[in-house]
């Protein structure tokens, strides 16, 4: 029962974080790539924004287009972001967790289903959010950022500039602020693999671009008929009694506890391990007088 009022007050924060912080200035702007400068374009209109969080519509940042717009619904998006994990080491173990939170789960699927529906051939969608995420010992901020358009497959892609990964406000060496105008989160481009320390788990209708014969690890091609399929299937006998959010967190709930009961074990197995190295140690101790 407290790991269950544990993790709400996490999603409540996660909540809180995400839609709490009021509208203000944009530092994102450059990043420069080689010897080019890739200038990231803030036209377009803004889906959400909240300080250093937006979801926005953009031109294309290479020549082309996408298949749009898609006819996708908020419940449809929401099914195939809840669908994407990565791994993470907590404790002995890597477990599966879920890549978006609560909080950036509520904005994403809205906001691109929205974003998709009205977006033209000649644009992409790109994306910052902030959530909150169980961590090892105590509640983690972290960032990610991308983006998303249709191919001409019909499939959506989600190029990843920042991919699960922990938010600072200090430098962790020197201890000071970091200038988001110097340092912004920037989402993905098609030119370049941003290389994220995290990697999407791959399911059924999920996989990675490949671009001259080698995979993109920011660069992710996702089904959505075989997404929204399997989902539907794993949902298994649901009476549709549950609505999709308390659903969500029935399963988020149990792989949490799961998550928990394998960590415990493993302790016990540590702790057997030094009890016996303690009598073995004691003993020679004895065995010395």
């Known amino acids: ?122 644009e992409d969608i790109t994306f910052v959010t902030l959530g909150v995420h169980a961590g090892a010992i105590a509640a983690e901020r972290k960032t990610n950022s991308g983006r998303v358009f249709v191919d001409n497959n019909g499939r959506l892609n989600i190029i990843f500039g920042l991919l699960h990964q922990e938010y600072r406000d200090k430098d962790q060496y020197t201890g000071q602020e970091i200038d988001r105008r110097v340092n912004p989160l920037l989402p993905g481009n098609r030119k370049s693999d941003s290389e994220p320390a995290s990697k999407v788990v791959l399911d059924n209708g999920i996989s990675y671009h490949q671009e001259d014969g080698s995979e993109r690890s920011d660069w992710l091609v996702i089904d959505i008929p075989t997404v929204l399929a399997t989902a539907a299937e ?46 073995q140690l004691k003993q020679q101790m004895e065995d010395k007088q």
């Open 1 to 122: 029962m407290q790991g269950i009022v544990k993790y709400s007050s996490i999603i409540a924060l996660s909540m809180a974080m995400t839609v709490g912080l009021s509208a203000c200035g944009n530092p994102f702007s450059k990043k420069s790539s080689d010897d080019d400068e890739v200038v990231m374009s803030q036209s377009g209109p803004v889906l959400w924004e909240s300080n250093l969080q937006y979801v926005r519509m953009v031109e294309r940042d290479q020549p082309g287009t996408n298949q749009h717009p898609l006819p996708i619904n908020q419940d449809e998006m929401r099914d195939v972001l809840s669908s994407l994990y990565v791994n993470q080491r907590v404790l002995m173990r890597t477990q599966q967790v879920p890549l978006f939170s609560p909080g950036e789960l509520q904005i994403l699927s809205s906001t691109l289903a929205q974003g998709l529906n009205r977006a033209q051939p000649n």
């Open 234 to 279: 794993r949902k298994g006998q649901d009476t549709g009694a549950l609505t999709p959010e308390m659903r969500e967190e029935i399963a988020r709930t149990k792989r949490q506890t799961d998550n928990l009961t394998d960590d415990v074990a493993n302790i016990k197995e540590i702790l057997f391990e030094m009890s016996e190295q303690l009598e």
